[in-house]
């Protein structure tokens, strides 16, 4: 009886290089958010699109990636660039890579927000590249539901115009919302919307604009000084009209 044949080994799959598969290109985008409690909403810098696609539509600011830039330096470079703001507290929210979801071809954005107290705000509004808008965000839902949000900007008449935004940038703006409102409660992310020292009150009118309703006085302030996360600066308000409240800071360096 004839012994039976070896099989023939498996000649080695041969590695494909990278040129054998598409290349899609990646994009930043960061949704600046500030805390307007006079207004009772978070507002957004939007920059007006001057090319196509969306020519004419608002966009959140962004831009592509370099091929040798890391993402957060990426978005940081943008916000530098576009709304002239350095040093500012930034998170990486999601990544956004529906297929169609730029017409010019495969895009894949890596979405961010960024949080500054209004007063820095207004200042890198006033001084931003290019047309922008201070857009203030209507958002249509509770809680942490989720979904876009209507982006509105208000004329110095007291007029409000509805913005149209390019791509899918009032989904990211909405998830943004989203984040922030589920994070305010075991983080402190919220501070960020802070200037460096503020009062108990402040610090609530932060948290009643991001969440989009009412806090009880005293149980938030019995929360947040069980918390741990203030230190009492020894100083009061001033050129204020009315008993001057004391002022706190965040006593922790960094939010997480």
Do not use: C
């Not at 470079?77 to 999601?94: C, G, S, T």
């Not at 402040?202 to 069980?226: C, M, W, Y």
């Not at 204020?240 to 004391?246: F, G, M, S, T």
């Amino acid at each position: 009886m004839k012994p039976k044949p070896k099989p023939k080994a498996k000649a080695p799959a041969k590695r494909r290089g990278l040129g054998a598969y598409p290349r899609p290109s990646v994009t930043v985008d960061v949704v600046l958010l500030a805390a307007v409690p006079a207004r009772s909403a978070l507002h957004a810098l939007v920059v007006r699109r001057s090319e196509p696609p969306f020519g004419g539509r608002w966009a959140l600011p962004g831009g592509f990636v370099g091929i040798d830039e890391p993402l957060d330096a990426a978005a940081r470079r943008v916000v530098r660039e576009k709304a002239r703001l350095a040093d500012v507290f930034m998170e990486q929210l999601y990544t956004f890579g529906s297929p169609r979801r730029d017409p010019r071809g495969r895009v894949i954005t890596v979405a961010y927000y960024a949080l500054v107290d209004e007063a820095r705000f207004r200042q890198a509004a006033a001084e931003a590249k290019g047309e922008v808008a201070v857009a203030r965000l209507d958002v249509g839902w509770e809680g942490e539901t989720g979904g876009p949000v209507d982006v509105v900007s208000e004329h110095e008449s007291g007029a409000a115009l509805p913005l149209l935004l390019a791509f899918d940038h009032g989904e990211i703006v909405g998830m943004a919302v989203k984040r922030l409102r589920g994070k305010l409660d075991y983080t402190p992310v919220g501070f960020q919307l802070l200037p460096p020292s503020f009062t108990l009150r402040q610090l609530q009118d932060v948290h009643e604009t991001v969440l989009g309703r009412p806090l009880n006085k005293d149980s938030f302030r019995r929360r947040i000084l069980a918390s741990g996360l203030l230190d009492a600066t020894g100083e009061r308000q001033d050129d204020v009209d009315h008993r001057p409240a004391e002022l706190y800071r965040f006593g922790r360096q960094s939010a997480t």
